[in-house]
Nanobody, 122 residues
Framework: QVQLVESGGGLVQAGGSLRLSCAAP????????MGWYRQAPGKQRELVAA???????NYADSVKGRFTISRDNAEKTVYLQMNSLRSEDTAVYYC????????????????WGQGTQVTVSS
């Protein structure tokens, strides 16, 4: 059974940084597009960043220039570096995987992690 395991969340002050990690030991990561999503209380889940198997990236407008998604296929891990954090970045962050980047971008990837809480205090 494929498991995605997120880590790195926590409490940080506005303006600070966090790096989230998503380990995917059961996947041959080379074949998968990956995405980071978030869901704040009372809001719909949204795609924050996606990365193709080849390393191309795209970001939500709200995080462009502040967040960076990256991948290490050998380590089977995907990262989300979050800088200049704002209170509105507070949410549960999920990583997800699918062989289709289109599916990742549309919010329907086949594999999901359990989520990690990020709380930004103002």
């Amino acid at each position: 059974q494929v498991q995605l395991v997120e880590s790195g969340g926590g409490l940080v002050q506005a303006g600070g940084s966090l790096r989230l990690s998503c380990a995917a030991p059961g996947l041959t990561l080379t074949y998968y597009a990956m995405g980071w999503y978030r869901q704040a209380p009372g809001k719909q889940r949204e795609l924050v960043a996606a990365i193709t198997a080849g390393g191309s990236t795209n970001y939500a407008d709200s995080v462009k220039g502040r967040f960076t998604i990256s991948r290490d296929n050998a380590e089977k891990t995907v990262y989300l570096q979050m800088n200049s954090l704002r209170s509105e970045d507070t949410a549960v962050y999920y990583c997800a995987a699918d062989q289709s980047v289109a599916t990742v971008r549309l919010g329907g990837p086949i594999y999901w992690g359990q989520g990690t809480q990020v709380t930004v205090s103002s």
